[in-house]
């Protein structure tokens, strides 16, 4: 795989020498189980596969370079890069700026944004309509655009499943921008409704069953369908796709229920005229670190720490796996751990920030799960690890790896 060029201060002492290590006895990538590191009476069980994906690096080295190659000209993001804090805040410091932020809310007016300035399209990608608003602008669209190939895969999948009339049924946050891209793209080829979960599913699968009527579907999925989505018609014919950052096992059981659901309404020997078999549309990164993820949940430990910004959807997943069996602390960096006792982290169901005061149990020997997103620098990590020691009065040297 590609070795991209990104900034040394996202590299660490610990991280980079475990990966390092376990590329070297794992190159297959069959063992999922963590590495355990022991400094003194504190061992940090570390997941197998974590941060950066090819994707992210692909997007970080794009931006970089943008920065490099223009020093004279106006940088602008669509958006966020990636949903990382740390390096977010260090792209503005440099002087790029965002033209829209998460919400899609617009921070620098299109009028503003000329062909003399550099945009760069986020991870994520981008819809059709942007797109094409740039292009008349005159502003390049492909020099500076950083939009994962996983994404881009989903892309296609929807356009062939649209070649061939099915109606694309995304597993997905309507709000998250990958899903806005990905539902802007299917939207050309084939009718799209957007589903978040189970809950979704089954109420769309109550509505293929006449469970319910049309106009309170057309209530339920306000904003997460195609204009002119024909429910009665479209829903005749359909594919499951998924935003790249999903749990993995929920967008199995969606698709799964919807075949159900599809056998139930036109019988088994017809199902192939009214489901398509589509394979996982997930990344390969989203796939390793869930699967690392539950190779963890056959430790023990004390608590678990995942480290990551807080509107990561691929982050947040991984704080659902481990907060069923652990104690589970969502930081987004080793600032939010205050002392011994105490920590900020991220609630997924409240989203909001909450301090605990019960943070590091008062034992002769701690057991610590720790891990993070895909869009998180090793460095982030490797500080949260320092800052846990310095608390315990146990130093620290890379040297123990």
């Given at each position: 795989?590609?070795?991209?060029?990104?900034?040394?201060?996202?590299?660490?002492?610990?991280?980079?020498?475990v990966?390092?290590?376990?590329?070297?006895?794992?190159?297959?990538?069959?063992?999922?189980?963590p590495?355990?590191?022991?400094?003194?009476?504190v061992?940090?069980?570390?997941?197998?596969?974590?941060?950066?994906?090819?994707?992210?690096?692909?997007?970080?080295?794009?931006s970089?370079?943008?920065?490099?190659?223009?020093?004279?000209?106006?940088?602008?993001?669509?958006?966020?890069?990636?949903?990382?804090?740390?390096?977010?805040?260090?792209?503005?410091?440099?002087?790029?700026?965002?033209?829209?932020?998460?919400?899609?809310?617009?921070?620098?007016?299109?009028?503003?944004?000329?062909?003399?300035?550099?945009?760069i399209?986020?991870?994520f990608?981008?819809?059709v309509?942007?797109?094409?608003?740039?292009?008349?602008?005159?502003?390049?669209?492909?020099?500076?655009?950083?939009?994962?190939?996983?994404?881009?895969?989903?892309?296609?999948?929807?356009?062939?499943?649209?070649?061939?009339?099915?109606?694309?049924i995304?597993?997905?946050?309507?709000?998250?921008?990958?899903?806005?891209?990905?539902?802007s793209?299917?939207?050309l080829n084939s009718?799209?409704?957007?589903?978040r979960?189970?809950?979704e599913?089954?109420f769309?699968?109550?509505?293929?069953?006449?469970?319910h009527?049309?106009?309170?579907?057309?209530?339920?999925?306000?904003?997460?369908?195609?204009?002119?989505?024909?429910?009665?018609?479209?829903?005749?014919?359909?594919?499951?796709?998924?935003?790249?950052?999903?749990?993995?096992?929920?967008t199995q059981?969606?698709?799964?229920f919807?075949?159900?659901?599809m056998?139930?309404?036109?019988?088994?020997?017809?199902?192939?005229?009214?489901?398509?078999?589509?394979?996982?549309?997930?990344?390969?990164?989203?796939?390793?670190?869930?699967?690392?993820?539950?190779?963890l949940l056959?430790?023990?430990?004390?608590?678990?720490?995942v480290?990551?910004?807080?509107?990561?959807?691929?982050?947040?997943?991984?704080?659902?796996?481990?907060?069923?069996?652990?104690?589970?602390?969502?930081v987004?960096?080793?600032?939010?751990?205050?002392?011994?006792?105490?920590?900020?982290?991220?609630?997924?169901h409240?989203?909001?920030?909450e301090?605990?005061?019960?943070?590091?149990?008062?034992?002769?020997?701690?057991?610590i799960?720790?891990?993070?997103?895909?869009?998180?620098?090793?460095?982030?990590v490797?500080?949260?690890?320092?800052k846990?020691?310095?608390?315990?009065?146990?130093?620290?040297s890379?040297?123990?790896?």
């Amino acid at each position: 795989m590609k070795k991209f060029d990104i900034p040394e201060y996202y590299r660490s002492p610990i991280i980079s020498k475990v990966k390092a290590k376990r590329k070297l006895d794992d190159p297959r990538k069959k063992d999922f189980s963590p590495t355990s590191l022991h400094f003194d009476n504190v061992e940090f069980i570390i997941s197998r596969h974590f941060g950066f994906c090819y994707g992210v690096e692909n997007a970080i080295e794009k931006s970089y370079n943008a920065i490099q190659e223009n020093p004279d000209k106006r940088i602008f993001l669509l958006s966020q890069m990636i949903h990382n804090p740390e390096v977010n805040q260090d792209l503005l410091s440099q002087g790029v700026r965002f033209i829209q932020d998460t919400e899609g809310n617009q921070l620098v007016p299109w009028d503003e944004v000329t062909s003399e300035d550099i945009v760069i399209i986020p991870a994520f990608g981008t819809t059709v309509e942007i797109s094409e608003l740039l292009t008349e602008k005159g502003i390049d669209v492909q020099s500076y655009n950083t939009t994962c190939p996983f994404v881009e895969k989903v892309w296609n999948r929807s356009a062939k499943l649209g070649q061939s009339d099915h109606t694309i049924i995304i597993h997905g946050k309507h709000r998250h921008e990958e899903t806005k891209a990905t539902f802007s793209h299917s939207n050309l080829n084939s009718p799209s409704l957007i589903v978040r979960d189970m809950e979704e599913t089954r109420f769309l699968a109550d509505f293929i069953l006449g469970k319910h009527s049309e106009a309170d579907f057309s209530e339920f999925f306000k904003d997460k369908m195609s204009a002119n989505f024909n429910a009665r018609e479209d829903l005749r014919k359909i594919g499951v796709v998924n935003q790249t950052t999903m749990l993995a096992t929920e967008t199995q059981e969606i698709a799964d229920f919807l075949r159900s659901t599809m056998i139930e309404k036109f019988g088994e020997e017809d199902i192939k005229n009214h489901f398509a078999d589509t394979r996982d549309t997930l990344c390969y990164a989203t796939n390793d670190n869930q699967s690392a993820t539950l190779e963890l949940l056959n430790q023990s430990a004390d608590l678990a720490i995942v480290v990551g910004g807080y509107n990561s959807s691929n982050t947040s997943h991984l704080v659902e796996l481990l907060e069923d069996k652990f104690n589970t602390y969502f930081v987004k960096n080793a600032d939010e751990i205050k002392s011994k006792n105490e920590i900020d982290a991220f609630n997924i169901h409240s989203k909001e920030v909450e301090k605990h005061t019960t943070f590091l149990p008062e034992k002769d020997t701690l057991k610590i799960i720790i891990t993070s997103g895909a869009s998180c620098p090793d460095s982030a990590v490797d500080r949260v690890m320092q800052k846990v020691l310095a608390l315990m009065n146990i130093s620290f040297s890379p040297d123990v790896i």
